[in-house]
């Protein structure tokens, strides 16, 4: 590789200056201060002097050499037995192509430390054309290649973790597409982000999330299989190149390194546990160059974040409604604080013996200007990832704090209100003076803010922890634990961590009635709770069946759809007004009893209708999304109720396609959303009304005659997409 022109120019001038010397004292001399190796031999390959440089780089003696050819010189110096004999097959091609040639060789010299040499042969021949001598000159390069192999390093290879980087993975990326583009091959991207890693970060440092990323690279490469490719990508992602495979087969393998993560990490005097989330992609049908495959991988692993994290996602399950709906909502995330989408309802907390209002939670929701009301389920995981729960977080606490005081202001007897607070916000330094600094501001007594945290932000940092708790108690502030029995914590911390409430998840309560182990659970939360003098709430209480369970032993105070949803800072203060709450009728049963909003006839299924939702239209754009599972309730010509676990806005210029399976045949149904009823958390009822020609509607309406015949012999009838379970078991396994 021709590299420095300047040393083709020297030699040049040298090979020049040595063919008019004829004073052996003169060669001798330049020999011997020649700064490069300088070998002569004859045509033959027999060495006829080398200059000290040459001697001393190969320990040869100043006469030993001398009239020996390399393969002579081999036998007497084995170390460089290789070098000798690889160089006199490079010398003949020299002679046969009759001019200059340059080369480069690396080799261990005499004392034992690697050179790199540049090497120019110059042949010279007789007036015959007789082989004369061949003139070899070697220039040490080693610290130039050296430079250049520190450079490509810093360029293509991560510091800290000495993976590969981007460009590096990028460049490999690239060659893979050509050669599965050639041999018709497929591979797998597999991008992999860290849960929560700035949390260890800003809580615990720098220092330590740089430990925890070596260890967790180790790990990572236990899983490597020869010709797959890892390397770190970015802060806290990882990626893995897998080549000729499919998709499919790569699902068990992205398990297995999720679940690795169980293990926990042992950094100096920590021991940290940590989740991670994958998201896979596929060439050539997710992707067809380089760009387009890391794009769908990371829009893959930002749907498995958004999604509850811990999991992994394949690109080919992102394009339907719910991620569709998750996308957009991340693009407008953080314009929603400034164009004041944001706003607090309310759910109050009940006495369960008196009925009184005794508290509120304080829940954010976003009146996104597409989705209507999107809850905090579906943004705030986004939030933390993106560091707007900061911001956001700090808007709740001031907004809660502000209305509750104006409530006090109007002469309202008020209550304490409490707020959610983000593992990251609880850890943060600054966080117990921003809650002092608000309640100064706001002139609220300490007595009507609680803290909520969950049992997650307690395990990150346990000294933090508990330190910032004595804080808020020091300041007057309650602090409940959330969620409780869904994290990691020992019961045993509860002593540790002095929290004046503990919530006992919704996940158990909603089993009370159905599932023994569950009520078993509840009871032994309640009587511990109890016997350390700790105030016990159940959330998501949604029936009278659970509400005379948690009666009968003895829990505190309730929380949940059966008494109120959140309502609005309008209605909370109503409720304010009244001071208790009876039990609210309306929402005591599974299914309600909407009124009957269209015009025709209308066939309630006893048994709902699995079918395939998709949206087909959206703000006048036709799209094309997969399709996302829910269930009909109920039809007529003029329209039909659907369930579904997605919060779909109703809007005209959002355009639905619902396909099922009715006595055979493939029924499609397009319409738009025209009303919406929460059923649970998080599952919907919504009204569509069908768009269709008057042709249609005579087709629809022959298929509900005959399904109407049918379904008074027969409740489930063969070829319908009919379910038996029900919808809360439905969509909660789904």
């Known amino acids: 590789m021709l590299k420095n022109q300047d040393n083709v120019n020297d030699t040049h001038e040298l090979f020049d200056t040595l063919e008019k010397l004829e004073t052996y004292e003169t060669l001798e001399t330049l020999f011997n201060t020649f700064p490069d190796m300088i ?11 080398a200059n000290q440089y040459a001697q001393s780089l190969f320990g040869l003696e100043e006469t030993e050499y001398i009239g020996k050819t390399s393969a002579e010189l081999a036998l007497k110096k084995p170390l460089f037995r290789e070098l000798f004999l690889s160089r006199y097959e490079q010398e003949k ?5 009759g001019s200059l040639e340059r080369s480069e060789v690396s080799f261990s010299r005499q004392n034992g430390l690697n050179v790199t040499l540049d090497v120019i042969s110059k042949p010279i021949f007789d007036q015959d054309g007789t082989k004369k001598a061949l003139i070899i000159i070697g220039r040490d390069i080693t610290d130039r290649k050296q430079m250049e192999r520190n450079n490509y390093y810093l360029a293509y290879y991560d510091q800290l973790t000495n993976l590969p980087n981007r460009f590096k993975f990028e460049e490999e990326l690239g060659n893979n597409i050509t050669i599965s583009r050639t041999l018709q091959h497929n591979f797998v991207v597999m991008y992999l982000g860290l849960d929560r890693f700035k949390n260890i970060n800003e809580t615990l440092g720098p220092a330590i999330g740089d430990q925890l990323l070596i260890q967790i690279s180790n790990r990572l490469k236990k899983f490597l299989q020869e010709e797959w490719f890892l390397a770190r990508i970015g802060g806290d992602e990882f990626s893995i190149l897998i080549p000729n495979t499919k998709l499919e087969k790569t699902f068990s393998i992205a398990k297995k390194i999720i679940d690795s993560m169980d293990n926990p990490f042992f950094i100096n005097e920590y021991e940290l546990f940590i989740t991670a989330s994958i998201g896979l992609c596929n060439y050539p049908e997710d992707g067809e160059d380089v760009q387009s495959l890391m794009k769908s991988a990371d829009i893959a692993l930002n749907l498995a974040k958004v999604e509850g994290k811990n999991q992994y996602k394949a690109y080919s399950s992102v394009k339907d409604i719910k991620t569709f709906k998750a996308f957009s909502i991340e693009n ?58 900061i911001p956001i977080g700090t808007w709740v606490k001031e907004t809660a704090c502000r209305q509750n005081k104006k409530w006090q202001e109007e002469g309202l007897k008020i209550v304490p209100i409490a707020v959610n607070i983000s593992a990251k916000r609880f850890m943060q330094k600054e966080f117990v003076k921003s809650i002092e600094r608000i309640l100064k501001d706001v002139q609220l007594d300490p007595q009507f803010l609680e803290i909520e945290i ?8 346990e000294e933090l922890a508990i330190e910032v708790i004595r804080q808020l108690s020091e300041l007057g502030l309650k602090v409940s634990l959330d969620d409780f029995g869904t994290g990691y914590s020992a019961l045993s911390y509860l002593k540790q961590f002095k929290v004046d409430t503990i919530k006992i998840d919704s996940t158990f309560i909603k089993e009370i009635g159905k599932n023994n182990q569950d009520e078993l659970i509840v009871k032994g939360i ?11 709430i159940a959330e998501g209480v949604e029936t009278e069946d659970q509400l005379t369970f948690l009666r009968e032993h003895k829990c505190n105070q309730v929380q949940g759809y059966l008494y109120s ?3 609005k800072a309008k209605e909370f203060k109503e409720l304010l007004k009244k001071g208790k709450i009876d039990i609210n009728l309306q929402n005591k049963k599974v299914i309600e009893d909407f009124t009957n909003r269209r015009k025709y006839f209308r066939l309630n299924l006893h048994h709902p209708l699995s079918a395939d939702m998709t949206i087909i239209k959206f703000m006048g754009k036709d799209i094309s999304l997969g399709k996302t599972e829910v269930l009909i309730q109920d039809l007529s010509i003029g329209g039909l109720g659907f369930v579904s676990d997605i919060k779909i806005a109703a809007r005209p210029d959002m355009i639905l396609s619902i396909e099922t399976e009715i006595l055979g045949e493939i029924v499609e149904f397009i319409g738009k959303i025209v009303w919406i009823k929460e059923l649970y958390d998080d599952v919907y009822h919504y009204g569509m009304e069908f768009m269709i ?3 249609e509607r005579d087709e629809i309406a022959k298929v509900i005659n005959t399904l109407t015949v049918r379904l008074r012999k027969n409740p489930i009838l063969p070829d ?5 379970t029900d919808i809360n078991t439905f969509f909660k396994h789904k």
């Open 93 to 97: 091609k020299v002679w046969e192509l």
């Open 565 to 567: 949803r959140p309502v």
């Open 332 to 389: 407008s995330l953080h314009k929603a604080m400034d164009m004041k989408e944001f706003e607090l309802y309310y759910q109050p907390k009940i006495d369960i013996h008196t009925n009184q209002i005794i508290g509120a939670e304080a829940l954010i929701r976003w009146n996104h200007p597409v989705w209507d009301l999107v809850s905090p389920k579906e943004f705030i995981s986004l939030a933390e990832d993106t560091g707007l729960i």
């Open 693 to 695: 020609e008057e042709q």
């Open 720 to 724: 319908c997409r009919f379910i038996i």
């Open 526 to 536: 309640i009587n511990l709770i109890h016997s350390l003098n700790i105030n016990v």
């Open 39 to 49: 070998i002569f031999k004859d045509g033959q390959d027999r060495w006829i002097n």
């Open 454 to 461: 969950t049992e997650t932000s307690l395990m990150e940092n």
